[in-house]
């Protein structure tokens, strides 16, 4: 199919960059080299605002539903649905500062990091009301977050019944501040079902609950980590750390 513009001065009610293709993960992973499809909806070079949205099956590198620029933006009031990305970003790839409200990710796969959604190196993401559930990656199957990034959830923002198939079941995080919001349900294959946290990272006030892995079923950490106000039960892992695996970790628990 052609490629096709998204016009952002007046954002359509409905997405669709190509027909749907049914693949798991590991199809994805052998397959990747071969799905070069239509491009999808790129935003860039301006900080943009879109809302009621319903963007799905579409497939794409990075991003494959929606992928903002470094100028960033803001997304209300949408859904984001059954997209594939060969590499990160199975729904949305944040390369700059984004705010999310009112939004749904869900049924999206990436062929390497962040299922549901990839916030690119020092950017800031606030979730407000978003749920994140469903989403299948390598590492992240919700939410992967590269380096220097900040991460603030309000409302109910829920990261829910994700999966990986190495580490990060619900999210990555990669020297990351988080805060808030609860990640509940997730599965990874080795570490992490929950959350992976990997050369460190701030975490206040989140909630892990009834995740599961091989090692660290609620979480696995290396590096400094500061863990503040957080509740950590019902998780479970076949080896070791049914709650929490500290491989190497500077720990500060409060």
């Known amino acids: 199919?052609?490629?096709?513009?998204?016009?952002?001065?007046?954002?359509?009610?409905?997405?669709?960059?190509?027909?749907?293709?049914?693949?798991?993960?590991?199809?994805?992973?052998?397959?990747?080299?071969?799905?070069?499809?239509?491009?999808?909806?790129?935003?860039?070079?301006?900080?943009?605002?879109?809302?009621?949205?319903?963007?799905?099956?579409?497939?794409?590198?990075?991003?494959?539903?929606?992928?903002?620029?470094?100028e960033g933006g803001t997304l209300e009031r949408s859904t984001l649905r059954g997209n594939i990305a060969q590499e990160d970003g199975g729904g949305l790839y944040a390369n700059g500062n984004l705010h999310l409200t009112d939004v749904t990710i869900t049924g999206n796969v990436a062929g390497n990091w962040g299922g549901g959604l990839t916030v690119g190196d020092s950017a800031e993401l606030t979730l407000t009301d978003v749920t994140i559930r469903d989403n299948a990656a390598e590492r992240g199957g919700g939410v992967f977050a590269l380096a220097n990034t900040t991460v603030t959830a309000n409302g109910i923002t829920s990261i829910e019944d994700n999966n990986a198939s190495a580490s990060g079941g619900g999210v990555y995080l990669f020297d990351t501040v988080w805060t808030g919001g609860s990640v509940s349900g997730n599965s990874a294959i080795d570490s992490g079902g929950g959350l992976y946290v990997f050369d460190g990272a701030s975490i206040t006030g989140l909630v892990v609950d009834g995740n599961d892995a091989t090692r660290g079923?609620?979480?696995?950490?290396?590096?400094?980590?500061?863990?503040?106000?957080?509740?950590?039960?019902?998780?479970?892992?076949?080896?070791?750390?049914?709650?929490?695996?500290?491989?190497?970790a500077n720990a500060t628990l409060s």
Do not use: K, W
């Not at 016009?7 to 052998?30: E, G, I, T």
């Open 1 to 70: 199919p052609p490629d096709v513009d998204l016009l952002l001065d007046q954002p359509p009610d409905h997405v669709r960059v190509c027909p749907r293709v049914q693949v798991d993960v590991a199809l994805l992973v052998r397959l990747r080299a071969e799905l070069r499809v239509a491009v999808p909806p790129r935003v860039e070079d301006q900080d943009v605002a879109l809302a009621d949205l319903d963007v799905y099956d579409n497939i794409g590198d990075y991003g494959a539903g929606i992928q903002f620029s470094p």
């Open 217 to 248: 079923g609620g979480l696995f950490a290396e590096g400094l980590i500061g863990l503040d106000a957080m509740q950590v039960s019902n998780n479970s892992a076949t080896s070791d750390g049914g709650g929490m695996y500290l491989l190497d």
